[in-house]
């Protein structure tokens, strides 16, 4: 064998080494699986896809979301889409897809957006990205908290608007979080994680509950000063309540009229896990009312909120543009992700990160 061949032959083989089963069975077979894209993401990501070399890549190359009626006829004939959470899945978009399409993958922790049903019955694999951005997550409902709290985005607009006068002793105060006790709603990664990052902050207590879930070990809580409650005595006793629940229908609407008339009146709630486990009407009425000190929102319904929602003429109400895990390499951790399972999936590989029922 001369050197030259040789040294492809041994080129061929580091590749199906170093790029997997994935890449190597779909090269074998010369046939590229049609692959939609439907927002512009990392870069990384589309590189991915392409280095593949089995895909043929439709790309929505925008920060705004696909219409649905156009996304209803770019899906036809897919083997593999690559989504976010502004697209819906549903019965409709897989009759349109069609019978070939293997893999959704998604590029967020959530897939409530994704019906498991109408996958499962269909065979479809569904993929997501946890774990990535639990850090940048939880370091953003701190910093949510401690906005809320501390009362700056409002202190910041009195700079601004001449409300800043002479130093006023109970000018801009708000409860303190020294010697406080956070109760935490949902308490698998991201809500460990806020616990940790909380903990050097002298919190006295936290005091955590999970909806449809045993009890988790504390032993992953850097602070021993943890305790299980049951959601009434959490609501009662805690000065701030984290929310980092999934979306389900037993959790849809959870922190509700009832919820707020639990918490103390000098409480603040933190919602950076869905929009929709919150009721908006009856959180906005428990903040106008003085039920509840303050809220700060990452997530709400819907996205992005009206500029003439009730909630935003609150000064007591911090609302954020769901950016919960807007930091660069997190972004394209979920990207690259989201990219690895669309591929597995195409391949008929184990995702790895599979949505699960």
Same mark, same amino acid.
């Not at 994704?114 to 939880?138: F, M, N």
């Not at 105060?173 to 020294?178: I, K, N, V, W």
């Given at each position: 064998?001369?050197?030259?061949?040789?040294?492809?032959?041994?080129?061929?083989?580091?590749?199906?080494?170093?790029?997997?089963? %994935?890449?190597?069975?779909?090269?074998?077979?010369?046939?590229?699986?049609?692959?939609?894209?439907? @927002?512009?993401?990392?870069?990384?990501? %589309?590189?991915?896809?392409?280095?593949?070399?089995?895909?043929?890549?439709?790309?929505?190359?925008?920060?705004?979301? %696909?219409? @649905?009626?156009?996304?209803?006829? @770019?899906?036809?004939?897919?083997?593999?889409?690559?989504?976010?959470?502004?697209?819906?899945?549903?019965?409709?978009?897989?009759?349109?897809?069609?019978?070939?399409?293997?893999?959704?993958?998604?590029?967020?922790?959530?897939?409530?957006?994704?019906?498991?049903?109408?996958?499962?019955?269909?065979?479809?694999?569904?993929?997501?990205?946890?774990?990535?951005?639990?850090?940048?997550?939880?370091?953003?409902?701190?910093?949510?908290?401690?906005?809320?709290?501390?009362?700056?985005?409002?202190?910041?607009? =009195?700079?601004?608007?001449?409300?800043?006068?002479?130093?006023?002793?109970?000018?801009?105060?708000?409860?303190?979080?020294?010697?406080?006790? +956070?109760? %935490?709603?949902?308490?698998?990664?991201?809500?460990?994680?806020?616990?940790? @990052?909380?903990?050097?902050?002298?919190?006295?207590?936290?005091?955590?509950?999970? +909806?449809?879930?045993?009890?988790?070990?504390?032993?992953?809580?850097?602070?021993?000063?943890?305790?299980?409650?049951?959601?009434?005595?959490?609501?009662? =006793?805690?000065?701030? +309540?984290?929310?980092?629940?999934?979306?389900?229908?037993?959790?849809?609407?959870?922190?509700?009229?009832?919820?707020?008339?639990?918490?103390?009146?000098?409480?603040?709630? +933190?919602?950076?896990?869905?929009?929709?486990?919150?009721?908006?009407?009856?959180?906005?009425?428990?903040?106008?009312?003085?039920?509840?000190?303050?809220?700060?929102?990452?997530?709400?319904?819907?996205?992005?909120?009206?500029?003439?929602?009730?909630?935003?003429?609150?000064?007591?109400?911090?609302?954020?543009?769901?950016?919960?895990?807007?930091?660069?390499?997190?972004? =394209?951790?979920?990207?690259?992700?989201?990219?690895?399972?669309?591929?597995?999936?195409?391949?008929?590989?184990?995702?790895?990160?599979?949505?699960?029922?």
């Amino acid at each position: 064998m001369s050197y030259v061949p040789f040294v492809r032959l041994c080129r061929g083989f580091v590749g199906r080494q170093v790029l997997g089963p %994935i890449f190597a069975r779909n090269m074998s077979n010369g046939q590229k699986q049609k692959v939609l894209v439907t @927002r512009n993401v990392p870069q990384a990501a %589309i590189e991915i896809i392409k280095s593949s070399q089995s895909c043929h890549l439709d790309y929505w190359n925008s920060e705004d979301p %696909i219409p @649905r009626d156009e996304l209803l006829k @770019r899906v036809a004939g897919l083997d593999g889409l690559y989504c976010l959470l502004t697209e819906k899945i549903d019965s409709e978009l897989l009759d349109a897809a069609g019978p070939q399409l293997k893999v959704v993958s998604t590029m967020s922790v959530g897939y409530d957006h994704i019906s498991l049903p109408e996958t499962t019955k269909r065979g479809i694999a569904v993929g997501h990205t946890p774990g990535v951005l639990t850090d940048a997550t939880a370091t953003l409902t701190v910093a949510l908290l401690l906005v809320t709290q501390r009362r700056l985005i409002e202190a910041a607009g =009195e700079v601004k608007n001449g409300g800043w006068g002479t130093w006023k002793p109970l000018w801009m105060c708000g409860p303190t979080l020294t010697a406080s006790t +956070v109760g %935490i709603v949902g308490f698998g990664r991201i809500g460990i994680a806020v616990a940790q @990052r909380l903990a050097p902050f002298g919190v006295s207590r936290f005091l955590y509950c999970d +909806v449809n879930k045993k009890p988790q070990s504390v032993e992953k809580l850097v602070t021993p000063n943890a305790e299980h409650v049951d959601m009434d005595t959490l609501l009662r =006793e805690s000065d701030f +309540v984290s929310a980092h629940t999934a979306l389900t229908l037993e959790t849809a609407g959870m922190f509700n009229k009832d919820v707020f008339s639990k918490m103390k009146r000098s409480a603040v709630f +933190v919602n950076t896990s869905r929009g929709g486990v919150v009721n908006q009407e009856d959180l906005y009425e428990a903040l106008k009312s003085g039920q509840i000190w303050g809220a700060g929102l990452d997530v709400t319904v819907p996205e992005p909120l009206p500029t003439d929602h009730p909630l935003l003429s609150l000064n007591n109400c911090v609302v954020l543009p769901h950016i919960g895990s807007a930091e660069e390499s997190t972004r =394209e951790a979920m990207a690259t992700l989201a990219a690895r399972n669309l591929l597995a999936g195409l391949a008929g590989e184990s995702l790895p990160a599979q949505a699960k029922l």
